[in-house]
């Protein structure tokens, strides 16, 4: 069934460069109300962030660590007079953003947007040429380059394994190294030359063989699997009772985490080798979603970028 409101806001925000994933159904679950306060982490398009702001009378705090997301968010503040404030940081350091009765609902959207994969200077996609940068905040940090001219190759291969889950680890490493180390790795497009060249492409495989590759390098630049960990805590702390936090994961390692916390939470085993006694766990949460809420078969056929996501939130208690 669709929903005209939520029809407007969606095209709203396509127009704007990135598409919001499951829109309706992370607004739903937040079911924002008038005079409440409400924090968006990952800020990206404003996308979520605008349709919070257009369900209910309410207030926003929007936080993302890139830059460019500023000038998107000075035409929310025009559109949404005091009710909206934008703050450049990493989402690990929300703690800073306590507000007086605490939030009524925490929204986090991971990974990249589609404004930072688009822009090729970026160096997030082998689709486009552009240098091997891949920082979500390129004022701060080691680029992708100086990240894979500063490891060991035993080091690179653990970041494909661990963060690509990509099988010929050792294989892939060893071809980017080899390309750094001659000089021939200064680009995205020279980096997937490098993973094609150890993985030749498979007719089969419906992935382009540097897509595991450029997902580990770009999780390891912004640190993105120990900035999760750290803000979920902080967040579950920030909101008031009632509160509901809520997460769109895109892969299995975001994922993860998001469910062993909020299970931990509720009071319930976090995976099958938890052996805590379930006198010894505390519950402070109740859970919104047993399973995970995934996106329309409308929405993924629309937005193929939607097609891995999965939304997981909880109430506290
Ligand atoms: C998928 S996009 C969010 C899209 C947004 N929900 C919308 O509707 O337009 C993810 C955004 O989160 C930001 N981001 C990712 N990790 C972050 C972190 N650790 N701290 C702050 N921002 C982060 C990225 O820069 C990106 O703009």
């Known amino acids: 069934m669709t929903n005209p409101k939520y029809d407007s806001l969606q095209n709203c925000a396509e127009r704007r460069g990135h598409r919001p994933v499951m829109l309706k159904e992370a607004v739903e679950i937040l079911s924002p109300k008038?005079?409440?306060?409400?924090?968006?982490?990952?800020?990206?398009?404003?996308?979520?962030?605008?349709?919070i702001l257009e369900s209910a009378d309410c207030r926003v705090?929007?936080?993302?660590?890139?830059?460019?997301?500023?000038?998107?968010?000075?035409?929310?503040?025009?559109?949404?007079?005091?009710?909206?404030?934008?703050?450049?940081?990493?989402?690990?350091?929300?703690?800073?953003?306590?507000?007086?009765?605490?939030?009524?609902?925490?929204?986090f959207d991971f990974g990249v947007s589609s404004f930072q994969l688009d822009e090729a200077g970026r160096g997030f996609s082998f689709m486009r040429a552009g240098?091997?940068?891949?920082?979500?905040?390129?004022?701060?940090?080691?680029?992708?380059?100086?990240?894979i001219n500063s490891l060991a190759e035993f080091e690179l291969?653990?970041?494909?394994?661990?963060?690509?889950?990509?099988?010929?680890?050792?294989?892939?490493?060893?071809?980017?190294?080899?390309?750094?180390?001659?000089?021939?790795?200064?680009?995205?497009?020279?980096?997937?030359?490098?993973?094609?060249?150890?993985?030749?492409?498979?007719?089969?495989?419906?992935?382009?063989?540097?897509?595991?590759?450029?997902?580990?390098l770009r999780i390891a630049v912004n640190d993105e699997l120990g900035e999760i960990s750290r803000a979920l805590p902080d967040a579950f702390g920030l909101l008031s009772r009632g509160g509901v936090l809520a997460a769109i994961s895109f892969h299995s390692l975001e994922d993860r985490i998001v469910k062993r916390f909020f299970k931990k939470l509720a009071g319930l085993p976090e995976d099958r080798r938890d052996r805590s006694f379930a006198q010894d766990r505390v519950k402070l949460a109740t859970l919104l979603t047993r399973k995970p809420a995934v996106?329309?078969?409308?929405?993924?056929?629309?937005?193929?970028?939607?097609?891995?996501?999965?939304?997981?939130?909880?109430?506290?208690d």
Do not use: W
Not at 160 to 187: D, H, M, P, W
Not at 299 to 316: D, G, Q, V, Y
């Open 34 to 51: 008038d005079g409440l306060e409400y924090l968006d982490c990952t800020f990206g398009g404003g996308g979520h962030t605008r349709a």
């Open 61 to 107: 705090t929007a936080v993302d660590r890139d830059p460019s997301a500023e000038d998107r968010a000075e035409e929310l503040k025009k559109i949404f007079p005091g009710r909206f404030r934008f703050v450049r940081a990493n989402f690990s350091e929300i703690c800073k953003l306590q507000t007086e009765n605490g939030y009524a609902g925490i929204l």
């Open 131 to 147: 240098p091997l940068d891949m920082r979500m905040d390129s004022s701060k940090g080691p680029t992708a380059l100086e990240l």
């Open 157 to 216: 291969a653990k970041i494909l394994r661990e963060y690509g889950q990509e099988r010929a680890f050792a294989k892939v490493a060893r071809a980017i190294k080899s390309a750094a180390e001659s000089g021939g790795l200064k680009t995205t497009l020279d980096l997937a030359k490098a993973v094609e060249s150890a993985l030749p492409r498979q007719n089969r495989e419906k992935i382009h063989p540097a897509t595991r590759a450029f997902q580990a």
């Open 295 to 316: 996106p329309s078969e409308a929405e993924t056929a629309e937005n193929p970028r939607s097609r891995s996501a999965k939304l997981r939130a909880i109430r506290k």
